[in-house]
């Protein structure tokens, strides 16, 4: 059974920063992309940030320049770095991992990050 445990999230003041962390446990199989949605209150989720086995990153517009995404093969962990956070950044983040050759993707429950003005 894949079990997603995210951390990180919390209360901070606009122009702070906060860092996710997503592990990933339960799966024999490889972890192929893994990710960053989140979703605000009455708004659909909505992708953050993504990161191949590669390394390839792919990132929201509203989040360019301010938000980092990296992955840990050896802990099957991936982090989002968020600086110059926003009210607007306010949201539950999901992190997503695609596993496997039948790539099955996984949810995490959820952090939620709140950014006061």
């Known amino acids: 059974q894949v079990q997603l445990v995210e951390s990180g999230g919390g209360l901070v003041q606009a122009g702070g920063s906060l860092r996710l962390s997503c592990a990933a446990s339960?799966?024999?199989?490889?972890?192929?992309?893994m990710g960053w949605y989140r979703q605000a209150p009455g708004k659909q989720r909505e992708l953050v940030a993504t990161i191949t086995s590669g390394d390839s990153t792919n990132y929201a517009d509203s989040v360019k320049g301010r938000f980092t995404i990296s992955r840990d093969n050896a802990k099957n962990t991936v982090y989002l770095q968020m600086n110059s956070l926003k009210p607007e950044d306010t949201a539950v983040y999901y992190c997503?991992?695609?596993?496997?050759?039948?790539?099955?993707?996984?949810w995490g429950k959820g952090t939620l990050v709140t950014v006061s003005s």
């Open positions: 997503n991992v695609n596993i496997g050759p039948y790539v099955i993707n996984y």
């Open positions: 339960g799966s024999s199989f490889s972890i192929n992309a």
